[in-house]
């Protein structure tokens, strides 16, 4: 049985998340008694693809025509549909993410496939072919049935923890058939953030809520993520509010992140909030109030003033 797995890039690279699902793509593959072949649209180097290997990929297909260097839903989704008629892919393996999801969904249509996002462990193949996936924002686990032919599977961020060798994979060029219509619709002009990592992408992320006070006071909250190499964050008032840009607002109508570690940093922890980041491996609270609902979801709780407690941390990691 084949497996496919699309690989997301960003600037030339392969993302971490996507690195997850080939580790994943690969062991599946062990399960069902097939190959792992990897489906990455745009600019890459070949020698970055090949090290795909690493981490249990046999073959990649790189479609690198240079209108598919913009992420353009429609033309990725006839891409991804024609390498998996190409490889006659049984087992379609993505990272859940905004721009996974609107591909894949398009690909499951023209296959005919069933999908099931937020997967968090290897399917059990003992009795046809079932998921465990995180539901109501990771406060619980479903197990799915998949009785289709063809299986599209999104994998949950951290989920999985990949084992690296030295193998490589064999690159070959893809070139496939994207209808004209797929381009009627253009991406003109993309603006990111400069100097983080993605949240997505994040693995360490320090927030800040209104217990930072403004954002004139929002120094010592930097320093720490300095400190870390995080990712800063905020919740939904303080983006409100234009303390701090929208796109670091997390949270239920935010981004929703799942790092290895995530600090609180004055944020009371309404359950909007918590729905988008009590998927962490870890959180720490600080905040001044004991009674702060956000200390319940905590695996490590400081009661103390931010302003205090921020500096001290930031020292401590710079003293070693």
Request: glycine fraction near 8%; charge should be negative.
């Amino acid at each position: 049985m084949s497996v496919l797995v699309f690989a997301e890039l960003a600037d030339g690279a392969v993302k971490k998340t996507s690195l997850e699902a080939i580790y994943y793509g690969a062991k599946v593959a062990e399960l069902v008694g097939g190959s792992t072949t990897v489906l990455a649209i745009g600019n890459a180097s070949e020698a970055d693809l090949a090290a795909l290997g690493n981490y249990g990929a046999t073959k990649v297909l790189h479609a690198a025509d240079v209108k598919l260097e913009s992420a353009n839903i429609m033309a990725y989704a006839e891409v991804l549909t024609a390498a998996a008629k190409s490889t006659d892919a049984k087992v379609i393996i993505t990272a859940k993410s905004s721009l996974a999801d609107a591909v894949t969904a398009r690909t499951a249509g023209a296959l005919k496939a069933g999908v099931v996002g937020n997967v968090t462990e290897l399917p059990n193949v003992s009795n046809g072919f079932s998921v465990t996936r995180s539901i109501f924002t990771g406060k619980a686990f479903a197990e799915t049935q998949i009785s289709t032919d063809i299986k599209v599977l999104a994998i949950k961020k951290n989920a999985i923890t990949p084992v690296t060798s030295s193998d490589t994979a064999v690159v070959e060029a893809f070139e496939a058939s994207v209808n004209d219509a797929a381009f009627s619709a253009k991406i003109t002009d993309t603006l990111k953030a400069t100097g983080t990592v993605s949240l997505p992408e994040a693995d360490l992320v320090v927030s800040g809520g209104r217990g930072m006070k403004g954002p004139e006071h929002w120094q010592p909250l930097l320093d720490l993520a300095e400190a870390l190499g995080a990712t800063t964050a905020c919740s939904k008032p303080v983006s409100d509010l234009d303390w701090r840009p929208h796109h670091e607002h997390v949270g239920q109508t935010g981004v929703k992140v799942s790092p290895n570690l995530y600090i609180a940093c004055g944020i009371s922890g309404a359950i909007q909030h918590l729905a988008g980041v009590n998927s962490s491996k870890v959180i720490v609270v600080i905040n001044t109030d004991p009674e702060a609902p956000f200390f319940k979801a905590a695996d490590y709780g400081i009661v103390g003033d931010v302003f205090d407690v921020l500096p001290k941390l930031t020292a401590a990691l710079k003293a070693g």
